[in-house]
């Protein structure tokens, strides 16, 4: 059977962001309080985004839809623009964001990975998609599934390895 009080919680490893892998045992009386708020709340909130990846601007169109109604509450960052300077956004690097998504919420905090789409999705108002994709059930699968794609997406989307330092275009044949 099932023990809920001895579920355990484990978060992304990366030391430029918030989350890190560790097993982590929440007594009953904090668990409520033991994950970040994913609401539509946000404010501010910095997404890094890859604009010549055609997955990424797809799904950042569809963001940008989602936020018509509430102009500015999320800033969408191309990276691949010739004037992208990571200092100005936690000395994220380009080629930082390049191996994963990035984000920095209305605190200043630097999410990676998943946390990051669960960051991202929130401030849209998709909390709900967030608080899934960070459910102690789907994250491993999400976590697994994501480093597959950010390993293979240059590859995917025609572009090579020389896209991980520098600047790069799609190839053209």
């Not at 099932?2 to 355990?8: A, G």
């Amino acid at each position: 059977m099932f023990n809920v009080n001895k579920v355990r919680i484990c978060l992304t490893f990366l030391p430029s962001c918030v989350n890190s892998r560790v097993a982590v045992r929440v007594p009953p009386a904090l668990r409520r309080h033991q994950h970040r708020n994913f609401s539509s709340e946000s404010a501010d909130v910095k997404v890094l985004y890859d604009g010549l990846c055609p997955i990424c601007v797809t799904e950042i169109r569809f963001l940008q839809f989602l936020q018509r109604n509430h102009p500015g509450k999320v800033n969408f960052i191309d990276i691949s623009k010739p004037g992208y300077d990571g200092a100005k956004y936690k000395d994220i690097s380009y080629e930082m964001a390049m191996e994963e998504m990035h984000v920095i919420d209305e605190k200043d905090e630097v999410h990676c990975g998943i946390p990051a789409f669960a960051v991202m999705y929130s401030a849209v108002g998709l909390g709900w998609l967030g608080r899934l994709m960070m459910s102690p059930l789907l994250r491993p699968f999400m976590d697994k599934s994501y480093a597959i794609f950010a390993r293979n997406r240059l590859k995917w989307t025609g572009r090579g390895e020389e896209c991980t330092t520098g600047r790069c275009e799609k190839k053209r044949h």
